[in-house]
């Protein structure tokens, strides 16, 4: 594990404790305490990490504020909305260089045999990351748990169970990985190749046109899917997403405001939307 990868569990171990006691608004110290640090190094590796302080930071992860940035324009189609909010900023162009490419039903049913599959590990600013893919693009990335480094190996054969799989670097993982660790400058077209029902794949490519630092419901997915009595049926179809973060499930909250699961932990998304959220800001400054 690299030191950036020990901060962020660290950073992930106060967003959770920082949530489970917001009734008492536990103090600087009390937060740098329980990570096991003074409160001036927590200070200041937080805000290297987040570009603001701790305090701040939490602000963005209010239900209030959550529900009030919730993208409300009914009669539009989220290709609209992508171009008219993703356009005005550089930190979401990353958006318009992501496509999904589907595998063939020959594939989906031989559970992808003769198909082989590259992947590696790769540290984060959201903690480790595997990432894997195939000649014609990503099919696999999935963050992993400080204690469990094993499990997404697991689920990427579960996954592709008669794939061949090499660890091996690729370039297509790099830019992958720069998505993720927001340099964006000179965002790389990236492809994904999955594997997915019809109804699967068309909610993924709606979480595509999710611009960063904005959220949708779960509702307002079916909508823009013309599919607007299948809340349920998004809920899983995004539970059921491969591709973490490229694929931003975790732009998708409930009515309420509350963030809900994910997959790859709710602490997680917290930290991924907070920090989404604050970059945007930061942007249109």
């Known amino acids: 594990?690299?030191?950036?990868?020990?901060?962020?569990?660290?950073?992930?171990?106060?967003?959770?404790?920082?949530?489970?006691?917001?009734?008492?608004?536990?103090?600087?110290?009390?937060?740098?305490?329980?990570?096991?640090?003074?409160?001036?190094?927590?200070q200041k590796m937080f805000t290297n990490w987040a570009g603001i302080s701790p305090k701040s930071f939490l602000q963005y992860l209010s239900i209030e504020n959550a529900k009030r940035i919730i993208l409300d324009k009914k009669e539009s189609t989220l290709i609209e909305i992508s171009e008219d909010i993703g356009?005005?900023?550089?930190?979401?162009?990353?958006?318009?260089?992501?496509?999904?490419?589907?595998?063939?039903?020959?594939?989906?049913?031989?559970?992808?045999?003769?198909?082989?599959?590259?992947?590696?590990?790769?540290?984060?600013i959201f903690g480790d990351v595997i990432i894997a893919s195939t000649t014609l693009g990503i099919c696999f990335c999935a963050f992993i748990e400080e204690d469990k480094p094993d499990v997404g190996l697991q689920q990427l054969k579960l996954k592709?169970?008669?794939?061949?799989?090499?660890q091996a670097e690729k370039d297509s993982h790099i830019s992958a990985l720069d998505v993720i660790n927001q340099k964006l400058n000179h965002p790389n077209f990236i492809k994904i190749h999955l594997i997915g029902t019809d109804f699967q794949i068309k909610v993924w490519e709606a979480l595509l046109k999710i611009p960063s630092g904005n959220l949708l419901t779960y509702g307002k997915i079916a909508h823009f899917i013309e599919s607007p009595k299948s809340s349920r049926a998004v809920g899983t179809a995004i539970g059921s997403n491969p591709i973490a973060y490229l694929i931003p499930c975790h732009r998708v909250i409930q009515s309420t405001g509350n963030f809900g699961g994910y997959m790859w932990g709710s602490d997680r998304k917290s930290a991924i939307i907070g920090l989404e959220l604050s970059k945007q800001d930061n942007d249109l400054l």
Do not use: C, W
């Open 160 to 166: 592709y169970p008669k794939a061949e799989l090499i």
């Open 87 to 124: 356009l005005s900023s550089t930190s979401r162009l990353h958006d318009l260089f992501i496509k999904i490419e589907r595998m063939t039903p020959g594939q989906f049913l031989k559970g992808a045999k003769g198909l082989t599959i590259n992947y590696n590990y790769y540290p984060s």
């Open 1 to 42: 594990m690299t030191k950036n990868d020990f901060n962020y569990y660290r950073i992930e171990k106060a967003i959770r404790f920082i949530k489970d006691h917001a009734h008492s608004q536990p103090t600087l110290e009390q937060i740098a305490n329980h990570v096991s640090m003074s409160a001036t190094n927590f």
